[in-house]
C-alpha cells in the first residue's frame, strides 16, 4: 500500500488495509470517509490507517493466507485490556487514523464486542473484516451495525460460489458472504468487498465488479498478492498482464458507483495517469495502499509492522507506544525517506507518485528498500 510521502500531494492516496494485512475503512470521529479524500495528512506523524491482526485464528485454509492461519488462538494474544490501551493509542494520533480489526478471524475472540465498543468509547470508529465462515450470522452483523462498526469487509475472490469456495478452501463460503452483504444493506452497514488478484482469480474480476454494484458496495479493494505464507504457492500475473489488469480496473472504476482501489501495486498510479492522459482527462488521483508510509500494523501478540506482508518489527505496543513507534523507528523512517529506496524504483521518475510495493520488494529481495519485480517499468 503506498501511500505518497507526506510532501506529496494528498490527494494522491486514500483507502485502506485489512484482513491479511488489507481491509476495510470505516468513518473516523473526525469525519473523514473511508475511501474518500484523507485530507492533508503529515504520514511522519499519523498514520492513515492502523490494523491490528486481532487474532490468527481461523476455521478456513485459504489458499492466499498470510498468516497461514489455523483453528487454534495463539496464548499470547493481546488481553482484551492490552488491546484497549492499543485504541487508545490510536486515538492520540491527529487526525484519527482509520481502525481497521482483521484477523485470521476476529469472530474467534469472545471479547470481540466488547472490543469494538470500547473502540468507540475512545473515540476511534473501528472496521471488522469478518472471515466468511458460520460464525458470521445476519445477528452478529446487527450487532455490528448496532455497536457502531464503520465497515464491513468481505472477501470476494470468485464470481460464483464454486470458483470462491475452491480459493478459500471452504464450501459455503460464497454463500455467506452473500448473506452477510444483504443482511449489512437492510440493518444500513456499509461495506466493502476485498477481492485477491492471482492468476487463477484474475477472470472473474468483470463478474466480482459487477457484483460489488449489486451489493451496494460503498469500495472494492483490489489486492494484488504478495508471495507470503500460504501465497508463496499461488501463480501472479506477469507484470505486463498486472499493467494490462490495472488499466481496465481504472476504466471499471471510473464509471462504478462506488471506490476502487489496489492494495500492494502503487504502480496503479502510474498506469491511471497514462491512461487519463491518453484519454483526455484531467488528471486526478487514484487510491492505492502501502506499507509503512501511512499504514502500520499490529500483530495479534502486539509486534508492530509497516504491513502483515512486510515483517520487519519495529517493537512491540507491549513496551512501547504505538505513536512513537510509527514516528520514530528506523524501519518506518527509512521507508517514508524514498530517497533510500534502490534499483529501478529508486531511479523511476515515478518514485514520489509511487514508490513501489514495499512488501513485494521484501518478499522477493529480502530488502525492503529494493524495486518491485510486479512493476512493469522495472520489468522493462
Same mark, same amino acid.
Given at each position: 500500500?503506498?501511500?505518497?510521502?507526506?510532501?506529496?500531494?494528498?490527494?494522491?492516496?486514500?483507502?485502506?488495509?485489512?484482513?491479511?494485512?488489507?481491509?476495510?475503512?470505516?468513518?473516523?470521529?473526525?469525519?473523514?470517509?473511508?475511501?474518500?479524500?484523507?485530507?492533508?495528512?503529515?504520514?511522519?506523524?499519523?498514520?492513515?490507517?492502523?490494523?491490528?491482526?486481532?487474532?490468527?485464528?481461523?476455521?478456513?485454509?485459504?489458499?492466499?493466507?498470510?498468516a497461514e492461519a489455523d483453528p487454534e488462538r495463539h496464548p499470547a494474544e493481546l488481553s482484551t485490556a492490552e488491546a484497549i490501551a492499543l485504541f487508545e493509542e490510536v486515538a492520540r494520533f491527529e487526525p484519527n487514523p482509520f481502525l481497521v480489526l482483521s484477523g485470521?478471524?476476529?469472530?474467534?475472540?469472545?471479547?470481540?464486542?466488547?472490543?469494538?465498543? /470500547?473502540a468507540v468509547d475512545v473515540g476511534v470508529t473501528p472496521s471488522v473484516t469478518p472471515a466468511t465462515t458460520p460464525r458470521l450470522t445476519e445477528s452478529v452483523v446487527d450487532r455490528f451495525a448496532e455497536v457502531g462498526v464503520g465497515r464491513m469487509a468481505l472477501s470476494?475472490?470468485?464470481?460464483?460460489?464454486?470458483?470462491?469456495?475452491?480459493?478459500?478452501?471452504?464450501?459455503?463460503?460464497?454463500?455467506?458472504?452473500?448473506?452477510?452483504?444483504?443482511?449489512?444493506?437492510?440493518?444500513?452497514?456499509?461495506?466493502?468487498?476485498?477481492?485477491?488478484?492471482?492468476?487463477?482469480?484474475?477472470?472473474?474480476?468483470?463478474?466480482?465488479?459487477?457484483?460489488?454494484?449489486?451489493?451496494?458496495?460503498?469500495?472494492?479493494?483490489?489486492?494484488?498478492?504478495?508471495?507470503?505464507?500460504?501465497?508463496?504457492?499461488? /501463480?501472479?500475473?506477469?507484470?505486463?498482464?498486472?499493467?494490462?489488469?490495472?488499466?481496465?480496473?481504472?476504466?471499471?472504476?471510473?464509471?462504478?458507483?462506488?471506490?476502487?482501489?489496489?492494495?500492494?501495486?502503487?504502480?496503479?498510479?502510474?498506469?491511471?495517469?497514462?491512461?487519463?492522459?491518453?484519454?483526455?482527462?484531467?488528471?486526478?488521483?487514484?487510491?492505492?495502499?502501502?506499507?509503512?508510509?501511512?499504514?502500520?500494523?499490529?500483530?495479534?501478540?502486539?509486534?508492530?509492522?509497516?504491513?502483515?506482508?512486510?515483517?520487519?518489527?519495529?517493537?512491540?505496543?507491549?513496551?512501547?507506544?504505538?505513536?512513537?513507534?510509527?514516528?520514530? /523507528?528506523?524501519?518506518?523512517?527509512?521507508?517514508?525517506?524514498?530517497?533510500?529506496?534502490?534499483?529501478?524504483?529508486?531511479?523511476?521518475?515515478?518514485?514520489?507518485?509511487?514508490?513501489?510495493?514495499?512488501?513485494?520488494?521484501?518478499?522477493?529481495?529480502?530488502?525492503?528498500?529494493?524495486?518491485?519485480?510486479?512493476?512493469?517499468?522495472?520489468?522493462?
Amino acid at each position: 500500500m503506498s501511500h505518497p510521502h507526506a510532501r506529496n500531494p494528498p490527494d494522491r492516496t486514500d483507502g485502506t488495509h485489512g484482513s491479511n494485512g488489507h481491509g476495510s475503512g470505516g468513518r473516523t470521529s473526525n469525519g473523514h470517509a473511508s475511501g474518500g479524500h484523507p485530507g492533508a495528512r503529515d504520514y511522519d506523524r499519523a498514520p492513515l490507517v492502523v490494523t491490528w491482526e486481532t487474532s490468527q485464528a481461523c476455521d478456513l485454509a485459504c489458499d492466499h493466507c498470510r498468516a497461514e492461519a489455523d483453528p487454534e488462538r495463539h496464548p499470547a494474544e493481546l488481553s482484551t485490556a492490552e488491546a484497549i490501551a492499543l485504541f487508545e493509542e490510536v486515538a492520540r494520533f491527529e487526525p484519527n487514523p482509520f481502525l481497521v480489526l482483521s484477523g485470521g478471524d476476529p469472530l474467534q475472540r469472545p471479547d470481540l464486542f466488547e472490543l469494538l465498543s /470500547a473502540a468507540v468509547d475512545v473515540g476511534v470508529t473501528p472496521s471488522v473484516t469478518p472471515a466468511t465462515t458460520p460464525r458470521l450470522t445476519e445477528s452478529v452483523v446487527d450487532r455490528f451495525a448496532e455497536v457502531g462498526v464503520g465497515r464491513m469487509a468481505l472477501s470476494v475472490d470468485g464470481a460464483t460460489a464454486g470458483r470462491h469456495d475452491a480459493f478459500r478452501g471452504e464450501e459455503g463460503t460464497f454463500e455467506i458472504a452473500m448473506r452477510a452483504a444483504e443482511r449489512a444493506r437492510e440493518v444500513g452497514l456499509s461495506i466493502q468487498l476485498n477481492t485477491t488478484v492471482t492468476a487463477e482469480t484474475v477472470s472473474d474480476l468483470p463478474a466480482i465488479a459487477d457484483l460489488a454494484e449489486k451489493l451496494g458496495a460503498a469500495m472494492w479493494e483490489v489486492f494484488f498478492l504478495v508471495p507470503v505464507g500460504r501465497g508463496d504457492d499461488l /501463480a501472479q500475473l506477469s507484470p505486463g498482464r498486472a499493467r494490462e489488469v490495472m488499466e481496465w480496473l481504472y476504466r471499471r472504476g471510473r464509471e462504478a458507483p462506488y471506490r476502487l482501489i489496489t492494495v500492494e501495486a502503487p504502480f496503479y498510479r502510474r498506469v491511471a495517469h497514462e491512461v487519463q492522459l491518453a484519454e483526455g482527462e484531467t488528471p486526478r488521483g487514484v487510491g492505492s495502499t502501502g506499507a509503512g508510509n501511512g499504514f502500520v500494523f499490529v500483530s495479534h501478540t502486539g509486534e508492530v509492522y509497516p504491513s502483515g506482508f512486510l515483517p520487519l518489527s519495529a517493537g512491540t505496543v507491549r513496551e512501547e507506544s504505538l505513536v512513537e513507534l510509527y514516528r520514530e /523507528a528506523d524501519v518506518f523512517r527509512r521507508l517514508r525517506d524514498r530517497s533510500s529506496f534502490e534499483g529501478p524504483c529508486g531511479e523511476c521518475s515515478f518514485l514520489e507518485t509511487c514508490g513501489g510495493s514495499r512488501s513485494r520488494a521484501f518478499a522477493a529481495t529480502g530488502n525492503p528498500v529494493g524495486s518491485d519485480p510486479l512493476c512493469p517499468w522495472v520489468a522493462d
